[in-house]
Structure formats: C-alpha cells, structure tokens
C-alpha cells in the first residue's frame, strides 16, 4: 500500500493507491474523507498525482458532501418545555402523569407527553423519550424501505434491521443486508429519512462512492441534494 500527497491550489490532500489487476485509474472519497486511488499494477506514480489533480475539485467537493452528511452532535436539554424534533416538526416536551406505573411517551400536537416521570428528573425524561425514538425509528424505517427499494431496478431489501446510537453516522448497510439505523433519524422529515435509506441502498449496488455512485444516486433519487440540504437544516 502506497500513499500520495497531492497540492492543488489550497487544497493538500493524501490519496492511498491500491494497485490491483485492472487497466484504468479509479478515485472514491470514503464518508470519513479518505481519498482512494485503485491502480492498475503497473500505473506511474506521477500519472496517478497527475489524474489526482485533475479531479481535485471534485475530490474537495465530495469531501465537503460527506461533511454535511454526519450527524451534528447538538446539546439537547431534556427538561418540560423543551423542544424536539419527530419527523421534521418540534414538539414540546410535557410532564402528562408523572405518577404512572411506568415510563411512556406519546404525542398530543404540539406536545411530547411524558407519564410515569417525575418533572425534576432530567435523566429519566431523556430515557424514556430516546427509548420512544427508538421505537419509531423502527416503525417510520420498516414503512419506508419499500418505498426506496422500489426506485431501484432489482429487489435490494435489506435482510435485517437494527437500531442503535451511532456518533457519525445516519445508517449503515453491510454486505450481508443488515441495516442500522440511528434512531436521532427520526427527527428528520420523511423526505430526509427517504434520501438517508436509498443512499445506503445504492451501496449495494456501487460499495464505493466514486462517480458511478453519485450517477446511481442522480438517476434513482434526482433530488436528492435537495433532500440532503433539509436533512442538515432540519438536525442541526
């Protein structure tokens, strides 16, 4: 394995080469903003920095969409009277009985209700509304992954869905089909959630994220910078 540091303008960026038996040059930007070349065995060097520079541009902006496509990591007050985000709308956080047996959340526009919490514990309101998200986040992804796998041209279901906490990422999906989902994904409007599921489902198709990835994306998801550009506003 090789590396290869590249100037353009401002711009100063490492690719790694990965030599392989193939006859073209092929560059993917990973989301953690990896460069990646994978050569033929006998590429030049200098021919390899030489297709680096004259992708430069697109390398910064790929670098720059995958920037935006992390979750923020916004300090979140979980107290009443609180706002929070479920499907794109914000809702109140409100004590409703907190002399319930147990902890349950359920909406009542344009509030989170909250029973079986007391109003000064902080920590037990933060419990049960991310174990509601949780189990949203479950509902909302099981009713939208058909309609996202249907934009593609083969069947590309995943074969198991998983939801947990993940600091830098939205979604995940393997090579064996198992999704994972962030539950803070719920907090997005459907649209969001849409574009998020059929970025992951592209992967199945295209495992890296060079151009064929971003024309796959293009064809099956034609607005889906639009749909990226509220997912930001809408979690930050």
Request: include cysteine; charged fraction near 25%.
């Given at each position: ?200 489902l592209a992967h199945t198709v295209v495992p890296d994220h060079g151009i064929r ?24």
């Amino acid at each position: 394995m090789t590396f290869v540091t590249v100037q353009y303008g401002e711009l100063l960026f490492t690719a790694e080469v990965r030599r392989t038996n193939r006859r073209t040059l092929g560059i993917a930007v990973h989301p953690d903003g990896l460069v990646v070349v994978t050569a033929p065995l006998d590429a030049d060097v200098d021919a390899i920095r030489h297709c680096l520079r004259r992708r430069a541009r697109w390398i910064a902006a790929q670098r720059a969409y995958f920037a935006d496509f992390h979750p923020r990591t916004t300090e979140r007050r979980w107290l009443p009277g609180e706002t929070h985000l479920y499907l794109g709308r914000q809702y109140r956080l409100r004590i409703s009985n907190a002399a319930a047996s147990s902890p349950t959340v359920h909406r009542a526009s344009p509030f989170l209700l909250i029973d079986g919490v007391a109003f000064n514990d902080p920590a037990g309101i933060e419990r049960a509304v991310r174990d509601w998200y949780r189990d949203q986040a479950r509902a909302v992804i099981d009713r939208r992954i058909p309609h996202c796998v249907a934009r593609f041209d083969r069947p590309l279901a995943p074969t198991t869905l998983t939801v947990r906490a993940m600091t830098s990422r939205w979604a995940s999906l393997s090579s064996t089909g198992r999704l994972t989902v962030n539950p803070d994904l719920v907090r997005a409007p459907i649209d969001a959630i849409d574009y998020v599921l059929t970025h992951e489902l592209a992967h199945t198709v295209v495992p890296d994220h060079g151009i064929r990835f971003m024309d796959l994306l293009d064809r099956v998801m034609p607005d889906h910078e639009r749909r990226k550009r509220r997912l930001e506003r809408t979690t930050a």
